[in-house]
């Protein structure tokens, strides 16, 4: 397995998952999403209804890597967090284990302050688990990685892989 | 970087199409947003100029069918031709899976796909990826117009290692679809050998 693929088992997203929902409760924020640094989404929770979660998980990836592109430009490794004010909603982001990135969506009834120091607790719990979950994919081959129960490692056949694409319908 | 959710039952993975300004690129994923139904898509994010030229990306997320059980998902990003805007560039290819080189064919923009092939090797290489290994396809774009160049002239100027090549017209669809699968094919068959 190509060492920076991030394989996902039920056991890592429940823990991620317990960590993500004690957020959203404690804060009672709309939505708090944990992504990867390419855009994709790994685990999220809230009621925040309406926002396309690819699409946001995409555009924080792309807002992150442009940020670090400008801390460079001026001397800094990094600006580690991220926060977006609008009228009625916020966009909190913050670095989680070099390789994520924590998404916190709020309204006007919730204190920066409080976001940032939930935020503070949870990215500390988040990468323990990630960081020992990551050192796992990274050390042991995949075909011994699946626990007992959980889903066996990847196979498929050419005839799969032509099977795909029926979703595309050129000249539709 | 591939993410498999085995949770959720999905692979997800990232493709790039990159090549020099106004070669056709963002037609790409506008054609196959058009032609793509919509329980199997997302919303096309533009994050494009007032003259609709691509600022920073392009973003499409497209679900591709199932295997053994498992969603396929690509999540299909454009990068700004300009040259300028190479810094943004840089960043796009961060963790991805593989890329569509969109070549314009016109005569004039050779010169052009030349110097954008050897920014892509380059910012490849600062992402520590290899050209030479990485999924990657050449799409031959704008295959209709009078001033492009023949096909086998082309392919040796720029072909890097023997890709696959795909002849296209963007605008009517014409091996839009053929590019996708194909280099779809190259990292889905590139997953497996490493699964």
Known sequence: MNPSNIVLYEAEYLRLKS???????????????????????????????GIDMTALSSLAAANI???????????????????????HRSIHISDVAKRFSLVVVFDESVALGMVRLRVKRATAYLEEILRSFLRKTEAVPTATKAAPGSAPPIYFTDEDIDKLFSSLKPGS | MTFINYVAREINCKIVYYGPGLGGKTTNLQYLYDITNSENKGKLVSLATETERTLFFDFLPIDLGQIRGLRTRFHLYTVPGQVFYDASRKLILRGVDGVVFVADSQE????????????????????????????????????????????????????????????????????????????????????????
């Open chain 1, 19 to 49: 960590i993500l929902v004690m957020t959203q409760r404690d804060l009672r924020a709309d939505l708090v999403l944990l992504i990867d640094r390419s855009g994709h989404q790994i685990a999220a929770e809230g009621p925040a209804h």
């Open chain 2, 108 to 195: 004039e923009r050779l010169d052009a796909n030349l110097e954008s092939i050897a920014n892509l090797e380059q910012n490849l290489k600062e992402h520590g990826f290899d050209i030479g290994k990485i999924p990657y396809v050449l799409q031959l774009n704008k295959r209709d117009l009078p001033n492009a160049l023949p096909s086998e002239q082309l392919k040796k100027l720029l072909l890097v290692k023997g890709e696959p090549v795909f002849e296209a017209v963007a605008t009517t669809g014409t091996g839009v679809v053929d590019t996708l699968k194909g280099v779809a094919r190259q990292v889905l068959v590139e997953l497996r050998k490493s699964a």
């Open chain 1, 65 to 87: 890597a442009a940020t670090d592109g400008l801390a460079r430009l001026v001397g800094e490794p990094e600006f580690s967090i991220l926060y977006h004010q609008g009228k």
